[in-house]
């Protein structure tokens, strides 16, 4: 069993599943006004379309907190410490918050990541009084997307009504097997760069070349030796021998995968804050906020860390019902 302890819960965690943008307008607009009503802070995030329909249907609601944001510019680790830093913020003024956050769309490969963020959630948030709603659209959910979104959300809410949700109580146990994936596609491909046993000097050294050579912007090669330092001296202090480092160029964009015969860190690995006196762990937090596409693995050879940095992300196709 994995356990993850929670503070005294002041989070609501609520999942609305909609088909399409009106009819979530629909189902906001009122959980909108009423909040108002209450007096609680209010917290719209989403697609910019969807924002502003929905604050075109609350006209007499104002003070309303808009953070219109294509999902091409959201990532999972960025968007929870956003989330916590904001109810930290609006926790302060005694108020509590009521947020709409319309979930960006998202690739089978990047779900995996959005379902740990929907798990982290339930800690990194709980001291906040908040009634925070993710909505998902039904027509890209498969069964097993919602089975993962029902154990990591107490209250779903749909056109019919709220109910409690029963797998809820089972999170902890849920989220044990979310670092048992398959490969990335791009595994498979023969890579640019195959190193055994480097140091951390030689890792960096190796992918800092293939960087240059792409042609990445400063910026992205400062997070790419950043990602290999952090991963790199994982594999060699928390995770068993050999460390293998792969890189691959493709499409203007530099994926480094670093692999350790160990059995891996905690499901939620990077999502959670962790102190400043920990002796390890906050290089991965850190890792989080800054990279778009890190992924975590977990296999019969050991565990794995992908990243990439630079070009456009890989398009791969979602999973159809």
Not at 78 to 92: E, K, M, V
Not at 94 to 114: G, L
Not at 233 to 255: D, S
Request: aromatic share 6%; net charge negative; charged share 20%.
């Amino acid at each position: 069993m994995t356990t993850t302890t929670r503070p005294e819960e002041r989070f609501r965690h609520e999942l609305v599943l909609h088909t399409g943008t009106d009819a979530l307008v629909d189902l906001m607009t009122p959980f909108v006004q009423d909040g108002a009503a209450a007096g609680d802070e209010i917290l719209v995030v989403g697609e910019p379309e969807f924002v502003d329909h929905l604050l075109a249907a609350v006209p007499g609601v104002d003070g309303i907190q808009a953070i219109p944001e294509r999902s091409r510019e959201r990532f999972p680790g960025r968007d929870l410490h956003r989330f916590q830093q904001s109810l930290a913020r609006l926790d302060a003024t005694a108020s509590s918050v009521r947020v709409v956050n319309q979930m960006p769309t998202m690739t089978e490969h990047q779900w995996h990541e959005w379902r740990r963020y929907e798990a982290a959630a339930n800690y990194v948030l709980a001291p906040y009084r908040v009634w925070g709603t993710c909505a998902y659209d039904t027509d890209v959910l498969d069964e097993t997307m919602l089975e993962d979104l029902s154990a990591s959300h107490a209250q779903l809410h749909t056109p019919a009504g709220t109910r409690s949700s029963e797998r809820f109580a089972d999170l902890d146990d849920h989220i044990a097997g979310y670092l048992d994936l398959p490969p990335h596609p791009i595994e498979a491909t023969t890579p640019h760069l195959s190193l055994h046993e480097p140091s951390v000097h030689a890792a960096r050294r190796a992918v800092q070349a293939l960087a240059a050579a792409l042609g990445l912007t400063d910026e992205a090669i400062q997070a790419a030796m950043l990602a290999v330092t952090e991963t790199v001296t994982n594999g060699t202090r928390h995770g068993r021998g050999p460390v293998e480092v792969k890189a691959w160029t493709e499409g203007g964009q530099l994926t480094v995968s670093v692999t350790d015969a160990g059995s891996g860190p905690h499901p939620l690995v990077g999502l959670r804050p962790v102190p400043l006196d920990s002796p390890s762990g906050r290089g991965m937090w850190i890792l989080h906020q800054l990279l778009s596409d890190l992924n975590h693995r977990r296999h019969r050879d050991g565990y794995t860390v992908r990243f990439s940095v630079g070009g456009a992300a890989p398009v791969i196709p979602r999973p159809v019902r």
